[in-house]
């Protein structure tokens, strides 16, 4: 009798022990996940410098369209964007030309605040001169921006009304 209850508490005792360890384990498991949370997901260059291309080109018809507060959140994108691109990828060479679309980028801001159609269309041929001469400098001139033409963007209204 006394071997089957020593055999029973030790059974026991393994198994509180086993359990112990095994919460211990996933609490670890727990703090390390949530310590790597914040780094495990980097976005990439290229893919904010095309969320940058849908900005360019959306801030394009809102301005074509007058519709000022679409262009000015269109603009703001852009500049966060740009201040991800700046945290996120400051290792890039290629980040530390951005600084040349910040004035480009302030006039085309300072358009859309006068609402200024004429300044608009100037300041956002200069914003897209710009960002081509960036590539170049950077060796992507094969990305070539442009003012858009017909627009992809059929599912969103850019007029006022």
């Given at each position: 009798m006394k071997p089957a209850l020593i055999f029973l508490l030790f059974i026991a005792f393994t198994g509180c022990m086993h359990q112990q360890d095994k919460t211990t384990v996933m609490q670890n498991s727990n703090d390390t996940s949530e310590n790597n949370r914040t780094v495990i997901y980097k976005p990439g260059f290229g893919e904010?410098?095309?969320n940058i291309r849908l900005y360019h080109a959306k801030l394009w018809y809102a301005g074509q369209n007058?519709?000022?507060?679409?262009?000015?959140?269109?603009?703001?994108?852009?500049?966060?964007?740009?201040?991800?691109?700046?945290?996120?990828?400051?290792?890039?060479?290629?980040?530390?030309?951005?600084d040349m679309i910040?004035?480009?980028?302030?006039?085309?801001?300072?358009s859309v605040e006068q609402k200024d159609s004429v300044k608009f269309e100037k300041s956002y041929a200069q914003l897209t001169k710009s960002c081509n001469e960036c590539h170049r400098i950077t060796y992507y001139e094969f990305i070539k921006m442009?003012?858009?033409?017909?627009?992809?963007?059929?599912?969103?209204?850019?007029?006022v009304n």
């Open positions: 904010m410098m095309e007058r519709n000022w507060k679409l262009a000015a959140f269109e603009i703001h994108e852009i500049t966060e964007t740009l201040d991800d691109i700046r945290k996120y990828q400051k290792e890039r060479k290629e980040t530390r030309y951005l910040d004035l480009p980028l302030e006039n085309v801001r300072i442009k003012i858009p033409g017909k627009g992809p963007f059929g599912n969103q209204q850019f007029g």
